[in-house]
């Protein structure tokens, strides 16, 4: 028998490499793989991508609440510990596109104060999920606005002794349209503010505060004027009597009914998102067809009733407010006018705004 003959170290590493086995490393070899792994280690660790930093932060989720029924109206999530106030006014307005940022008011909790915009929501964080009550400012203004005159006339109408002389007060008789002017005057702004609350659909960004503050002095300022006048002991009625009196307070009536009737078709043809899907028409109800002859009949239905009020009183104040209201209603009902046009061209290109005819 012949023995076998080990083969050679160079045939064993012709034979491994054929193959596909892995030759052994020679002592050179080791030794410059170990200064290659020496360099790699001293040059320090490898950074993070950015990418892996940034899953790292903490996202906070903001519940709002609605301050009133306390139910909740969205979750504004993925909110950055450095967002502010007013970056979560900006999201919850993406969510809900019908409150403008400028309209939202946000509480910590029910009854404390608004917050500021420049707040960072991690300061006010205890937990992941941070809740706030949310606030209509846009109702709140208009709510403002118009309890103001209501409360202010009925002080006049009362004759405090603080701004009526007592004894001229119980001296002097009280005319009938003293009586009728209060009636109306309330009736009016417990209209506007009904249509507040239940009818409209605010949409328009506005700052409140300015606003707010320019709509008070206005109204308060013109109704501490109107119903000093009118209740004063020594006013005087109208030149016509009873005949003026009655038209212009059947006249004032008729006006605040249309322009009830006005809000209310308004409202019904106006989306969630308070944007108007197609120009109102008229409807069975007899008021509603002003809508035939201008864009804006609730402006003219609003003019309406302060120059009834106007003749039913006789007083200057009355008509220096009366001209001021006609002024702004028409450049309102122009502006809007302008708008329908691009929307609605059809229907509204052959309308006066404000006026039939004329305006």
Known sequence: MLKRQNP?????????????????????DSRSFFNLSQLVLSAGQIKQSPALKHSKITYFEVEIVDVQSKKQICIVDKVPPASTILDVKHKFHKTCPQWYPSRVGLQLERNGPFLKDSISIQSLAVSSIVTLYFTDLGQQFFLTEYTGPLLIYLLFYVRLSTIYDQVESRKNFRHPVVHLACFCHCLHYIR??????????????????KNMIK??????????????????????????GHKQV?????????????????????AHQTNSEGNRTCFPSPTYNPFTW??????????????????????????????????????????????????????????????????????
């Open 8 to 28: 050679s170290a160079p045939e064993r590493s012709r034979d491994l490499a054929a193959h596909g086995g892995a030759l052994p490393m020679s002592h050179n």
């Open 192 to 209: 506007h503010l009904l249509e507040t609350l239940f009818v409209h659909k605010f949409s328009e960004g506005h700052t409140p505060l």
């Open 215 to 240: 709509g008070c002095v206005f109204y308060w300022g013109f109704t501490s004027w109107i119903a000093y006048y009118i209740n004063h002991p020594r006013y005087t009625p109208p030149s016509f």
């Open 246 to 266: 009655s038209y212009a307070a059947l006249a004032f009536l008729m006006c605040e009914a249309g322009n009830h009737f006005i809000n209310v078709a308004l």
């Open 290 to 359: 002003l809508f035939l002859l201008v864009s804006c009949p609730n402006y003219t239905y609003e003019a309406g009733s302060w120059i009834s009020f106007t003749v039913m009183t006789q007083t200057l104040p009355v008509g220096i407010f009366a001209f001021l209201m006609v002024i702004q209603m028409s450049l309102w009902a122009q502006k809007k006018h302008k708008l329908y046009l691009k929307r609605f061209y059809p229907e509204v290109r052959r309308k006066a705004a404000m006026i039939p005819i004329i305006f």
